[in-house]
């Protein structure tokens, strides 16, 4: 079935790295969104993404779509500690179901 | 607006119990979900509805059943719960577009 593979499934950085996870689908998708959870907290919407090639950017947050719309990348300039948490890929499954990727889990040491 | 909302915010429960996780919603969205997350597995969908009166499976129903009582409301009941079960588990929404999940803040049950 279609999966949504994402990497690394863990990011430790120094604040003030740069940090970026990269998502990967087995299908072409009609679009991916990206979501953010904080520790103990609840995945948030951060963005959509539709078009081939889109970039996008929410102040330190660059979001990309590939051309083959089977993969995706979220990078993050300057990282600061209110970054940590685990950042979640997730694109169509089929009818109204989303498939999410595994994640990957942002440290960041001040 | 509430949002999502979800009961109990906690349960402790011991092999073979049963319970319910209600959810309830107040954003007048006609798709709503239930997930699981376990350390390193992401989300995993177990069922949802996608309108009022629709239920279907996602990729992990066993041992689980769902009622969609109305479009506000979405109710997970385990019938007979297993350690497996242990988990944090999520409803959600699907807005309009962008077709984002809506996320309450989770239930987190421990099956001893």
């Known amino acids: 079935g279609q999966q949504v593979m994402q990497i690394p499934q863990y990011q430790h950085v120094q604040e003030g790295e740069d940090f970026t996870t990269y998502c990967n689908s087995s299908?072409?998708?009609?679009?991916i969104q990206w979501y953010k959870q904080r520790p103990g907290g609840h995945p948030v919407f951060l963005i959509q993404?539709?078009?081939?090639?889109e970039v996008k950017k929410q102040k330190r947050l660059t979001f990309q779509f590939g051309e083959a719309k089977k993969n995706s990348s979220l990078h993050i300039t300057a990282t600061q500690t209110t970054d940590v948490g685990t950042y979640f890929c997730?694109?169509?499954?089929?009818?109204?179901?989303?498939?999410f990727g595994a994640g990957t889990r942002l440290f960041v040491k001040a | 607006n509430a949002g999502v909302t979800q009961t109990p915010k906690f349960q402790v429960l011991k092999t073979g119990q049963s319970m319910t996780l209600q959810c309830a919603q107040d954003m007048n969205h006609n798709s709503m979900y239930w997930y699981r997350q376990d350390p390193g597995m992401g989300l995993r969908l177990i069922y949802y509805?996608?309108?009022?009166?629709?239920?279907d499976k996602g990729e992990v129903p066993n041992g689980y059943n769902v009622s969609r009582l109305n479009k506000r409301e979405f109710s997970l009941r385990l019938e007979s719960a297993a350690p497996s079960q242990t988990s944090v588990y999520f409803c959600?929404?699907?807005?309009?577009?962008?077709?984002?999940?809506?996320f309450g803040p989770g239930t987190r049950l421990t099956v001893t």
């Open positions: 959600a929404t699907l807005t309009g577009v962008p077709y984002e999940q809506y």
């Open positions: 509805s996608a309108s009022e009166g629709t239920t």
């Open positions: 299908t072409t998708l009609s679009n």
């Open positions: 993404l539709v078009k081939s090639g």
């Open positions: 997730a694109g169509p499954g089929g009818g109204f179901k989303t498939i």
